[in-house]
C-alpha cells in the first residue's frame, strides 16, 4: 500500500493541503468543526507524519538519548521508563543506548546519538576511572544533563541521589542496632555514588567518636550475576564483619543467593541501595535505602528539555532526597 500523504487527506476534504498542514502542526488558524474533520479522516486514513522531512525543515528530531551503563539495572530501567514517559509527554521519541559500563562503548553511543541528530543527551556516564566524555559532549553543541551520577569535579547540570546522606542513613541503622564492625561493598572504579556512600558511612562513625577502618571496604563489580566473586573477595579478606552495608540491592541479592546455594548461613544484617522493593515485590525482607520518590526522572528531563528551549543559565545540581525503609 502506498503512504498516506497531506494531499490524500485533503482530496478526501475538498480542501487546501495547505488547510491540512496547519490542522497537523498545531496552527490556530483553522477552525475547530475543520480541525475535528482532519484529524478523524487522517486517523480513517492511517496517515502518519514525516518526521525527517519536518526535521530537515526545523532542525529538530524531537528525539532525545539515554545513554545508560547497564540496561538490565532494576534502578535504570525504571528510570528509562520514567524518561520515556515524560518524554512522550512533551512530543519527544528517546532513544535508548546501553554502554555495559564500557568507556569506549559510551563514546560510541555518544557518537551514534550525534549521528541520529537528537535535540539532547541524558547521560549516566560511565566511571572506570579511564577519563570522561564532557569535553566531548560540550564540542558537539546537543544539550546534554547527567542523571544517576556526576562528576564532582566537573561543572555540570545533573540530577542524582543524595548517596552522602544515604551511606549515612544505611551505617546509623546499623550503629544504633550495636553492629559496628561493618564491611562496605561498593562498586568498582571511580564511581561517585560509591564514593558518596562511603563518605556517609564515615560520616555515621564519625559523629559517634569512631573511624571506619579502610581494611573493611570491597570494590567489586556492580553488574549482576557477580555473586560468585563477591563472595570469594569476603572470604578472602580473613575478617568476620558482624553486618554488610552493599552499594545495590542486586549485589545484595547476587550475594545472598550464592551463599543459599552453598549452603551456608547468612545471619549477617544487610543494608543496600535502590529500594528495590518498593516497585518490584519480593518474596522476602530486605533492608534498603533509596530515593523517597520517583522525581529524578522529571526532573532531569525538565532541566534537559529547559536547556534544548535555549536556556542558558547556570549548572544547575539537584539531589533528590532518601530514606532508608525495611520491606
Known sequence: MKRVKLKDIAAELNVTVSTVSHVLNGHDDISESMKKKVKETAQRLGYISDDVAGSLRSGKT???ALIVPDIANQLLSRQIRLVEEEARRAGYTAVILNTNESFPAEREAIEAACRKRVDGIMLCPVQSGEGNHIEYLRKTGIPFVL???FFRDID???????????GYLAASHLLERGFDETL???????LECSQDRYLGICRAYEERGLRFPEDRVISADPRGGQGEKLAAQIEGRNITPDSLIVFSDLMAFDLCYVFLKEGKALDLPIVSFDITHSYMRLPFHHTSVGMTDDSLAPKAFALLLSRMKGFTGPSEHILIDVSLRRF
Not at 555540570?156 to 544515604?166: F, H, L, N
Not at 562496605?184 to 571511580?190: E, F, H, L, M, R
Request: proline share 0%; aromatic share 16%; net charge neutral.
Open 156 to 166: 555540570t547540570d545533573y540530577v542524582c541521589s543524595d548517596d552522602i546522606k544515604g
Open 147 to 149: 542523571f544517576s551520577r
Open 62 to 64: 524531537k528525539t532525545v
Open 184 to 190: 562496605y561493598i561498593g562498586a568498582y572504579g571511580s
